[in-house]
């Protein structure tokens, strides 16, 4: 069992940056993939990235590729979204999850935190 509480979420204007943290409790975190979603308002929950076991193994949405960075600390058992020159359609609620294997599914993922808020004004 893995629970992951998201921080870091909150209000800003259109091209500002916000790091979006997500904590594990579990010992084997390094052991997982993990992954952020998005989902705006009214909208499916939608895949943003994912980092892998090696850290140096990522996958991003073509919405965020090349303004996000995901990444990883396993001695804090810790990963991160770096999120870079935000546009008001990335607001909207954004979940990690961790999961066993290497998937963009939301319905692969088991562990899931219960997501921080991300309000882009224009």
């Known amino acids: 069992q893995v629970q992951l509480v998201e921080s870091g979420g909150g209000l800003v204007q259109a091209g500002d940056s916000l790091r979006l943290s997500c904590a594990a409790s579990?010992?084997?975190?390094?052991?997982?993939?993990v992954g952020w979603f998005h989902q705006a308002p009214g909208k499916e929950r939608e895949f943003v990235a994912y980092?892998?076991?090696?850290?140096?193994?990522?996958a991003y949405s073509d919405s965020v590729k090349g303004r996000f960075t995901i990444s990883r600390d396993n001695a804090k058992n810790t990963v991160y979204l770096q999120m870079n020159s935000l546009k008001p359609e990335d607001t909207g609620v954004y979940f990690c999850?961790?999961?066993?294997?290497?998937?963009?599914?939301?319905?692969?993922?088991?562990?899931w935190g219960q997501g921080t808020q991300v309000t882009v004004s224009s």
């Open positions: 999850a961790a999961a066993a294997v290497y998937t963009r599914l939301s319905s692969t993922y088991p562990y």
């Open positions: 579990a010992g084997t975190f390094s052991s997982y993939v």
């Open positions: 980092v892998g076991t090696r850290i140096t193994l990522t």
